[in-house]
């Protein structure tokens, strides 16, 4: 695994607070963090949660999960898997996606993890097969137009896996087309569903595991025997806007600002493009408009005829999406006030 080199000051020693960090750095506000994740834990504890990594790639923020009692992780890739395998963190890995060459994976269950994996199709799970994996879950269409088998076909798969020699721990279903339903109530209600779906496909599966769930439904899921939630740590800026999800955003990213204009009244930070993950719009700034962004500058102005920054100051934009915003940084720096008190690799980015 290849190591990510610690950034530093430019004396070489460690950073140690804030405004000595390089910019662009992707910044984590340990208290918020800690609230989220103990406020998360306080209703789905131990293992009733499989903390989804897709959204930190870091296993330095996984180890902190597995600290609260959650041991086991969802994965969205190869990597994740090999990643939290060789960090330790291998005793229940689910690949919540279909792969079809698993020979990776098969590596990583020979080394001692235990891996399973979404199967929606015949050749999903006959790659589980030659890959050597043993283990998988009915990957099942709940509504989402993503992957998942016809919760009417779910049965005949786990009979076909089984007959493969596959073990089927049970189903998994996705809700993601209802994370973001603004009201709470029939966003239960459209859940309910969804996962009415689940449970018919895991009557004629069977097996211990009903899979699914996310930050925005942690609190309509009724059903699931696991919550796969990975946002709540970090937050993206679409669920802090919904009144039954109280996570705090406790990602940010830190930019120096490198050019201001008096004259059209705009400042200049060192961020931009590739720093943040733009599928959901653009970073947030307290107190000021932000114009645009392009690939290493965000343009912004203060609101209510507040002064500009000068140069050299340091801003903390708030990025829309954490899933591709963390994917874009080799770092993540923990921070307490203007402390920083430790630096996480996001060691699960690439293929
Ligand atoms: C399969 C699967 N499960 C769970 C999640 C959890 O998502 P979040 O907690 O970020 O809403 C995702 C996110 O995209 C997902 O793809």
């Known amino acids: 695994m290849p190591s990510v080199p610690r950034a530093s000051t430019s004396s070489g020693g460690d950073p140690g607070r804030l405004d000595e960090l390089p910019t662009p750095a992707l910044v984590v506000d340990k208290g918020a963090l800690d609230r989220n994740l103990a406020t998360m834990a306080g209703v789905w504890p131990g293992?009733?949660?499989?903390?989804?990594?897709?959204?930190?790639?870091?296993?330095?923020?996984?180890?902190?999960?597995?600290?609260?009692?959650?041991?086991?992780?969802?994965?969205?890739?190869i990597r994740e898997v090999e990643v939290m395998?060789?960090?330790?963190?291998?005793?229940?890995?689910?690949?919540?996606?279909?792969?079809?060459?698993?020979?990776?994976?098969?590596?990583?269950?020979?080394?001692?993890?235990?891996?399973?994996?979404a199967v929606d199709?015949?050749?999903?799970?006959?790659?589980?097969?030659?890959?050597?994996?043993?283990?998988?879950?009915?990957?099942?269409?709940?509504?989402?137009?993503?992957?998942?088998?016809?919760?009417?076909?779910?049965?005949?798969?786990?009979?076909?896996?089984?007959?493969?020699?596959?073990?089927?721990?049970?189903?998994?279903?996705?809700?993601?087309?209802?994370?973001?339903?603004?009201?709470?109530?029939?966003?239960?209600?459209?859940?309910?569903?969804?996962?009415?779906?689940?449970?018919?496909?895991?009557?004629?599966?069977?097996?211990?595991?009903?899979?699914?769930?996310?930050?925005?439904?942690?609190?309509?899921?009724?059903v699931v025997t696991e919550l796969q939630a990975g946002s709540y740590a970090l937050m993206d800026t679409a669920y802090a806007a919904q009144d039954d999800v109280p996570f705090e955003q406790?990602?940010?990213?830190?930019?120096?600002?490198?050019?201001?204009?008096?004259?059209q009244g705009y400042a200049v930070a060192d961020a931009g493009l590739k720093a943040f993950?733009?599928?959901?719009?653009?970073?947030?700034?307290p107190g000021h408009a932000v114009?645009?962004?392009?690939?290493?500058?965000?343009?912004f102005s203060p609101k209510d005829g507040a002064p500009l920054p000068a140069l050299g100051d340091r801003v903390r934009f708030v990025p829309a999406h954490i899933d591709p915003t963390c994917a874009l940084h080799e770092r993540m720096w923990m921070v307490e006030g203007d402390d920083v008190v430790d630096c996480w690799p996001v060691d699960m980015r690439g293929w």
């Not at 996606?97 to 994996?117: I, K, Q």
């Not at 993950?277 to 700034?285: I, Q, R, S, W, Y």
Request: glycine share 12%.
């Open 47 to 77: 293992r009733r949660l499989r903390p989804h990594v897709k959204a930190h790639k870091t296993s330095g923020l996984a180890r902190r999960q597995a600290e609260l009692g959650h041991t086991g992780f969802t994965c969205a890739t």
């Open 85 to 117: 395998a060789a960090a330790g963190l291998g005793e229940d890995l689910l690949l919540a996606n279909e792969v079809l060459d698993m020979r990776r994976l098969g590596a990583v269950v020979e080394a001692g993890a235990r891996v399973t994996v």
């Open 121 to 222: 199709s015949d050749a999903v799970l006959q790659a589980a097969v030659a890959g050597g994996v043993r283990e998988v879950l009915i990957d099942v269409n709940v509504g989402l137009p993503r992957c998942g088998c016809d919760p009417q076909d779910a049965g005949r798969l786990a009979d076909a896996a089984r007959a493969a020699g596959l073990e089927v721990r049970g189903v998994m279903g996705y809700e993601g087309h209802l994370m973001l339903v603004a009201d709470p109530v029939e966003r239960a209600e459209k859940t309910a569903g969804a996962m009415a779906l689940l449970q018919k496909a895991h009557a004629d599966v069977g097996g211990d595991i009903l899979s699914g769930g996310g930050t925005g439904t942690w609190r309509t899921n009724a």
């Open 250 to 263: 406790s990602l940010t990213v830190l930019a120096t600002v490198i050019s201001v204009n008096a004259s």
């Open 277 to 285: 993950g733009m599928d959901h719009g653009n970073p947030t700034l």
């Open 291 to 299: 114009w645009y962004c392009s690939d290493e500058h965000t343009i």
